[in-house]
């Protein structure tokens, strides 16, 4: 499970550089918008580049809360 969504959060990190918003992301990597949406903020917190690993240990840490 960790490496398919390491996967799936660099995608989402790829379409956020591209500038597009969120609704569009979910539907392109069909998960729903407010995965996409917590993933998005901790991901803000590692512009410009992206920490993959760390954005997704932040979001596992978050939904075992």
């Known amino acids: ?5 390491l996967n799936l959060i ?5 379409k956020l550089n ?4 969120i609704k569009a992301i979910a ?6 918008v407010e995965m996409v949406k917590e993933i998005a903020i901790i ?8 920490d993959e690993e760390k954005i997704y240990k932040e979001w596992k840490e978050k939904i075992t809360v």
């Open 1 to 5: 499970m960790t490496n398919i969504m």
């Open 10 to 14: 660099t995608l989402i990190c790829k």
């Open 18 to 21: 591209k500038g597009k918003s």
């Open 27 to 32: 539907n392109e990597v069909e998960k729903n």
């Open 43 to 50: 991901a803000e917190r590692y512009l410009p580049d992206y």
